[in-house]
C-alpha cells in the first residue's frame, strides 16, 4: 500500500501547483534574485581598460581563469564585480568542512554543538570567506596593475589596488547574502542555483560556436553526435544521482509506561555519488594551474633545470592523453577522500546504537561500522567511476573536434543536472507541505461540523 507522501504525489497536478500561492512566492523570488546577479555580471570594477583587458583574457581562457569564467557567467572576461562568485565562500565551506573532521574543537561543535555548533560553523565558514576573497582580490589587482595599458593611467596605484579589493570582495560578500536568501525565501540551494545560472547563461555561447562551425564545415555530424552524447550524459546522470542502496535498520520493541513502543523498521540510505561535484572541480582547479601560470611567465627567462615545463605543460593541455589520466586520477582520489569527510561510518554505527538501532545480523558498534565503511567503499567506486566517465566523455570529444568550451564539459553538465534535481525536488516538497495542509484544514472543517 503506499505511503500518504506517494499518494499525495501522485495526486499532484497543474491545479495543486496553481493553489500554491506560498510556491509561487518562493519561485518569483529565486527568478528576481538570479537576475540581479546576472546584472551584477556586467559591471566592470573601477579603473579597467575593458578592450585591453578583453584582448589579454582570450589569450588565458583556456586555463583556470576560462573555468572561472564560466562558473561566475562571463563576469571574469568583463572584470566585473562579481569576478569572484561564490567561490571563496565555496572554498571557505570545504576548508571548514575539512577542519571539522581533522580540528578537536570544531568536530566538537560538529557532534555535539546541535543547531548553536551549526551557525558557529557557518559563521567561522563566512569569517574564512571573507579573507579568501581579501587574498584573492588583492592578488587579482597587483596582477592586473603589474599589466601594460589594463589599468587607466590617470588612476593612482594604491587607488585602484583599494577600490579593486573593495569591489570584488563586496561582491562576495553580496553574493554570499544573496544565496543564503535564495535558500530561506526562495527554492533551492542558493550558492547552486548561482552557480548553475553562470553556466546555464554560457551555454547558449557555447551551442552557438557549434552551429557556427558546423555551417562554416557543412559537416553537422558532430553536432549530432554532441547532441546525442548530451542526452545519453543527462540521462546517466539522473539515474546515478537518484541511486542509493538502502540498508535495512530494526529499532526493537521496548517498554514505555504501561504500553510497548518500537519494532519499527527504516532504511539508512547511502548514494552511490556521496561526493556530488566537489571531486571534478576540485581535479579541474589543480590540473588549470600550472597552465594558467605559465602563461605569466616568458619561457625565455626559465633556468636551463626548468625548460622542460613547457613541454609538460603543453601536455596538460585538454584532450591529451597526459591531461585525460591525470583528471580521471585526481577524480578518483577526490572521490574518496571528500566521501571520508562527509560520510563518518563510526559516528553513524554510534547514533544507530544509541537510538536501538541495529542493521539485521550485524553486531552494533565497531562491526557495524565495518560493514557500513565495507559497503560505503564500494559504492564509493562505483560512483568515482561514474563520474570520471561524465567527465571524460564530453573531454575527450572535445578534444577531438578542436573545441575547449568549459561550458559543454562534464563538469558543467553534472553541475546543472544535479542542481536541477535538486530544485525540483524542493519544490516538490512544498507542494507535498501545501497539500498536506489542505487536508488537515479539510478534516478540521469536517470535524467543526461533526461536533455541530
Same mark, same amino acid.
Given at each position: 500500500?503506499?505511503?500518504?507522501?506517494?499518494?499525495?504525489?501522485?495526486?499532484?497536478?497543474?491545479?495543486?501547483?496553481? @493553489?500554491?500561492?506560498?510556491?509561487?512566492? /518562493?519561485?518569483?523570488?529565486?527568478?528576481?534574485?538570479?537576475?540581479?546577479?546576472?546584472?551584477?555580471?556586467?559591471?566592470?570594477?573601477?579603473?579597467?581598460?575593458?578592450?585591453?583587458?578583453?584582448s589579454a583574457f582570450a589569450g588565458q581562457s583556456k586555463g583556470i581563469l576560462g573555468m572561472f569564467n564560466m562558473f561566475s557567467g562571463g563576469a571574469v572576461e568583463r572584470m566585473a564585480i562579481f569576478s569572484l562568485n561564490v567561490m571563496p565562500y565555496i572554498s571557505a565551506s570545504i576548508i571548514v568542512q575539512l577542519m571539522g573532521s581533522v580540528y578537536p574543537p570544531w568536530e566538537k561543535l560538529k557532534k555535539e554543538g546541535g543547531e548553536a555548533g551549526r551557525k558557529t560553523l557557518n559563521q567561522y565558514t /563566512?569569517?574564512?570567506?571573507?579573507?579568501?576573497a581579501l587574498v584573492q582580490s588583492f592578488s587579482i589587482a597587483v596582477g592586473l596593475q603589474s599589466q601594460p595599458n589594463l589599468v587607466y593611467s590617470e588612476l593612482p596605484g594604491?587607488?585602484?589596488?583599494?577600490?579593486?579589493?573593495?569591489?570584488?570582495?563586496?561582491?562576495?560578500?553580496?553574493?554570499?547574502?544573496?544565496?543564503?536568501?535564495?535558500?530561506?525565501?526562495?527554492?533551492?540551494?542558493?550558492?547552486?542555483?548561482?552557480?548553475?545560472?553562470?553556466?546555464?547563461?554560457?551555454?547558449?555561447?557555447?551551442?552557438?560556436?557549434?552551429?557556427?562551425?558546423?555551417?562554416?564545415?557543412?559537416?553537422?555530424?558532430?553536432?549530432?553526435?554532441?547532441?546525442?552524447?548530451?542526452?545519453?550524459?543527462?540521462?546517466?546522470?539522473?539515474?546515478?544521482e537518484r541511486s542509493q542502496r538502502r540498508l535495512l535498520v530494526h529499532y526493537? @520493541?521496548?517498554?514505555?509506561?504501561?504500553?510497548?513502543?518500537?519494532?519499527?523498521?527504516?532504511?539508512?540510505?547511502?548514494?552511490?555519488?556521496?561526493?556530488?561535484?566537489?571531486?571534478?572541480?576540485?581535479?579541474?582547479?589543480?590540473?588549470?594551474?600550472?597552465?594558467?601560470?605559465?602563461?605569466?611567465?616568458?619561457?625565455?627567462?626559465?633556468?636551463?633545470?626548468g625548460q622542460w615545463l613547457p613541454s609538460v605543460v603543453g601536455a596538460m593541455q585538454h584532450g591529451q592523453p597526459l591531461f585525460m589520466a591525470s583528471y580521471a586520477g585526481l577524480i578518483?582520489?577526490?572521490?574518496?577522500?571528500?566521501?571520508?569527510?562527509?560520510?563518518?561510518?563510526?559516528?553513524?554505527?554510534?547514533?544507530? /546504537?544509541?537510538?536501538?538501532?541495529?542493521?539485521?545480523?550485524?553486531?552494533?558498534?565497531?562491526?557495524?561500522?565495518e560493514y557500513l565503511d565495507y559497503v560505503l567503499t564500494r559504492?564509493?567506486?562505483?560512483?568515482?567511476?561514474?563520474?570520471?566517465?561524465?567527465?571524460?566523455?564530453?573531454?575527450?570529444?572535445?578534444?577531438?573536434?578542436?573545441n575547449k568550451n568549459f561550458a559543454l564539459g562534464g563538469t558543467s553538465i553534472l553541475i546543472v543536472v544535479t542542481v536541477t534535481m535538486d530544485t525540483v525536488a524542493q519544490i516538490q516538497s512544498h507542494l507535498l507541505a501545501h497539500q498536506y495542509e489542505g487536508l488537515i484544514k479539510k478534516s478540521k472543517l469536517r470535524g467543526g461540523r461533526g461536533g455541530r
Open positions: 500500500m503506499a505511503s500518504a507522501a506517494e499518494q499525495l504525489a501522485a495526486n499532484m497536478n497543474f491545479g495543486s501547483f496553481q @493553489k500554491a500561492t506560498e510556491l509561487h512566492k /518562493r519561485i518569483w523570488f529565486t527568478l528576481i534574485a538570479l537576475v540581479v546577479f546576472r546584472l551584477g555580471t556586467y559591471v566592470p570594477i573601477p579603473g579597467i581598460n575593458p578592450d585591453a583587458f578583453a /563566512r569569517y574564512l570567506a571573507v579573507i579568501l594604491w587607488f585602484f589596488v583599494l577600490s579593486t579589493v573593495v569591489s570584488l570582495t563586496g561582491g562576495t560578500l553580496f553574493l554570499m547574502w544573496l544565496g543564503e536568501q535564495i535558500t530561506s525565501r526562495g527554492v533551492g540551494n542558493g550558492v547552486s542555483l548561482i552557480i548553475f545560472a553562470g553556466i546555464v547563461a554560457a551555454l547558449p555561447r557555447g551551442l552557438g560556436q557549434l552551429f557556427v562551425t558546423a555551417q562554416n564545415t557543412g559537416n553537422y555530424f558532430p553536432l549530432m553526435v554532441i547532441f546525442v552524447l548530451a542526452v545519453a550524459v543527462i540521462f546517466a546522470i539522473v539515474f546515478m526493537p @520493541k521496548r517498554q514505555q509506561g504501561n504500553r510497548m513502543v518500537g519494532g519499527d523498521s527504516s532504511f539508512l540510505p547511502l548514494k552511490i555519488n556521496t561526493a556530488g561535484v566537489i571531486p571534478p572541480i576540485f581535479a579541474s582547479s589543480l590540473l588549470l594551474l600550472p597552465t594558467t601560470a605559465m602563461q605569466f611567465l616568458n619561457p625565455a627567462n626559465l633556468p636551463s633545470w578518483i582520489f577526490f572521490s574518496f577522500f571528500y566521501t571520508s569527510v562527509v560520510f563518518n561510518p563510526d559516528e553513524t554505527a554510534e547514533n544507530l /546504537r544509541k537510538y536501538g538501532g541495529f542493521l539485521p545480523g550485524i553486531r552494533p558498534g565497531k562491526r557495524t561500522a559504492l564509493t567506486v562505483i560512483g568515482a567511476a561514474y563520474i570520471t566517465a561524465v567527465c571524460l566523455f564530453p573531454e575527450i570529444l572535445m578534444g577531438a573536434l578542436g
